[in-house]
């Protein structure tokens, strides 16, 4: 499990090298106005292995609004506080629909699909509030980020979350709508507060890759030993991001790349190999299911020279 | 990779004697009259290792219906006929509905979602069934069941394809849609009949366990070396396994069970760890997705005793 | 109720002269390769009133496809022999969708949503056809067109009905579907045969406006005082007419010309004047709602210039 | 136009008198707590014919919330304003759907199907609002209904409104919903609450009756000679009525009662036969539609009795 991956930053660097200078980058996200103002050409690039090798190239410095991969920790988090009452609250089925479809929660009495797409994470996030100030549940959020990247430095951009307040009404109506049907428990705006400004949070490919080492290693930061999860729970968030963890491109994204892997808009992408590595790939363009477009082919390129695919070694 | 599995016949054992007397079965299906008839206390399960060793419990000798689990070898007979030129008349998508909805096929102009719910399967058989006719297409699908297998004796349950074709309207009614849009090139007849008899081919877990070595070993069978597949094609066939074998209950066979699956309404499931061992469990009572319910239980022990999961090791 | 329309065959000249010479006709139907053949430029229009006056302008005694308008016939026959118990198998509300969805079938148990579109049509057909012989239910449908109209010559275009036979694959697929729930108790060839046919009857705008009366004036053929069926039956049909004769364009032609109305792939529609008038009109071409464009022009003018509309006079 | 209608009174108190002791009254609506607190047992009825004849049976001077009875006078009031151009923000076709469904909103575009389900009245209510306090849009809609009733003591219920606030997360939902697709021009908060305010004005029957003669008389007030709107518009807002103003139970009202109307869940029921009358009816238990069960009943009866549908005479 602690055994180090050969040839990693000779492979980061070389895809690196490849990708950079491509131009077919798809179109950077600009519905959030503030997120349409990132330099559609940066590229960074971060692996970091069981045995605590850490290879980066291109800006894997550089913070980005992470934007939906901060579902993957709000579900982690939630998972803690609720355990297994939450799926009551949200499915763990692939949609087949957009991130921000409506009609599945028509015909499903305002229950989520799944926790990654919009609907399911501001129901997560409802979750993480109950009882508390939005204010003290985002301090929660955020102070758990930091302690699993070991970065006490990571913050929310707050102009990002206040483009998203001001311009996040199809978001509104999910929350609200799922409010209609006794889903969410806390008032609406609160609840939709705190998830606007989680998704705001602002990380570097390498502090996303240092943050979800637990997901690469049954659940246990490998530099500390420290349990953050379970190894069962561990393995069922990787389950719920192979299957949901690209709206409706999920199942292109495990034929392509073969891994568990949580994109957002940012142009970020998250993806775990189990028991070798965690991965972050940043490239702002998105493809049409709105995942980044150049981040899925680094994954599909890693994924081969490194022979990390689950499905089949 | 060659490397047997520790304690598989003993944990094999285990599993079948905890499960055989289990009532809690779920229902045997009914919409095919003839498959109403089998033995709801039916209990089978087999395993084959990359060793060549074989652990079996219960029934596993005893053929049943593969129905559903056919989809996975016409899909690989097709993608050696196509190649990818196949994913033009059929997406790789989770669909999010059960196994014969319709309404996905309207919203995407006759291109079904992936190649596992029934339009998808229908459109694949269409593929193979080009230019030939119906008996030399499905001569050569079962043909290549007996090689898999390497067992001449595997046969179609012809009782049960007439069974079929007398009560199939709803497949009928997807063929004729997918007709009306272009995406049949034969006759619906044709591609029925094909469809059909493949759907009542008769194996039992050992042989279904045999015939999917290749899916477990990088497309190779184990025992000979033969290559079936390319490596890439076999990891490929396993994610859409992963992603969409179990029609809307995709997402928690995958939470549960952790494994590429397929399960068919005879009440089979074929499983692959991949690289470890290939797997086959039978119970003809159904969940309310139609999945075979003590199957997925059955399997949700083994991949845990037996540490299989691909979402953490 | 015998009082005859003032200044109807002026009327009815000059908006054949109006619409006679219009260019912006849409487009004849294509998806039957017999109707693709039909002269665009044909335009007819025949207005019977209820002292048995009848005016027609240009192309008004040319046969033409009545398709869809079939419907209105058979629904009135197979009220007559099944009675209220006819509701139990095909709802009464407007779709809300295209002609050919089948969407609403698998959200609704295979119960079509009204009689007019496609799958209630069939539904209609199969019961009319019940206990008898395609052929033996097809005379009885040619037969009473024939006595409604007072015309034995009208018949059955054979060379339509052999091209929808082959290319209907939708209406295959919606016949399939519902007898996949039970809701057709024929065999669906048979259904689909005696439906094929009956859409295929020519009939010219005159034959058409004269087999219609009864559906002016309360059940009863103004001419001879036969009552084809009792007063209450013919206000509902007009009432179904009225909310769901154009498909997804049903609201708009209330809106825009007030009256119950039924319309045809074949470029016909016929509208019911209650009190007053039965009207068709015929010209090829169709809107993107498939109905006639021409048609529906004419019918505004007609019901402006005489009155005509049932929402206000 | 002007002729009264004989008997009128009479068949008014024989059908109050037949329907006040019935018990099968459906359940009156919950989802609003301050409608749940209306007498089950009220039943209220009102007729207003051209002659300026009022008959008047039960509880046809309480007044009740009138709920989306009011979507008929914002669309009058929204049409004077806007004109045709009201049309590129909603359509006027059935929707097939629940007053409340947002599926079809996400389909179309963010364009309600008509403005008598709640979007589309949402979406009416933005275009009066344009450019407007809310209390002066307000302060408009109910001098209009002030001024159609000739009595300046109609009022807003100002606790059914502060409930409907509290409580109406699915109209929150659908109108977020427009605004994300930049349906609507003003803020979500004020269009809401304009909206929820004209939910919420008290009438009664007779009021309600004396309000709506214009839409019985070309859209004149008969006893004045006052035009309100042009005879073409009030045809047109008939038609809608009449297609669309039962939300999935309008082809049902049209079949049984044969005249243009616009239901409320606080149990009224406007309806409108042109050329004779108008009139208001009210029981506070619905349907399974939403629509007030003993209403349609008494309206099915009172057509019937003074031979006043639209598709017959």
Not at 256 to 266: A, D, F, M, N, T
């Amino acid at each position: 499990m602690s055994i180090a991956l050969p040839c990693l930053q000779e492979t980061v660097s070389e895809i690196t090298e490849e990708l950079r200078g491509r131009t077919d980058r798809g179109e950077v996200a600009t519905y959030i106005p503030e997120l349409a103002r990132v330099d559609s050409a940066s590229f960074g690039i971060a692996v970091v292995d069981g045995s605590g090798q850490v290879a980066v190239g291109g800006d894997a410095d550089v913070p980005f609004s992470i934007q939906s991969i901060s579902k993957v920790f709000t579900l982690t988090l939630a998972l803690g506080m609720a355990g297994d009452r939450l799926w009551q609250r949200v499915g763990r089925e692939p949609s087949g629909s957009r991130f921000n479809s409506i009609i599945q929660l028509e015909n499903e009495r305002g229950i989520p699909r799944n926790p990654f797409i919009n609907a399911g994470a501001i129901a997560v996030t409802d979750l993480i509030l109950s009882g508390h100030q939005p204010r003290e549940a985002l301090g929660e959020i955020l102070r758990f980020m930091q302690f699993l990247a070991d970065d006490p430095t990571i913050k929310i951009d707050a102009a990002v979350a206040a483009s998203e307040l001001r311009t996040g009404h199809r978001n509104s109506a999910l929350a609200h709508y799922m409010k209609s049907f006794g889903v969410l428990d806390n008032p609406v705006d609160h609840t939709l507060g705190v998830y606007f400004h989680h998704c705001a949070i602002a990380m570097s490919c390498r502090q996303l890759a240092m943050a979800s080492r637990f997901l690469a290693h049954l659940g246990r930061n490998p530099a500390t030993g420290f349990s953050v999860v379970q190894p069962e729970r561990a393995r069922r968030i990787n389950a719920v991001m192979l299957t949901c963890g690209h709206y409706d491109g999920s199942g292109d994204f495990a034929y392509r790349v073969g891994l568990p892997g949580k994109s957002g808009v940012g142009g970020g992408i998250l993806a775990i190999a189990p028991g070798k590595a965690s991965i972050t790939v940043w490239s702002p363009g998105l493809d049409e299911s709105g995942n980044s477009r150049l981040g899925r082919i680094a994954l599909e390129m890693l994924a081969k020279r490194l022979d990390l695919s689950i499905f089949g070694v």
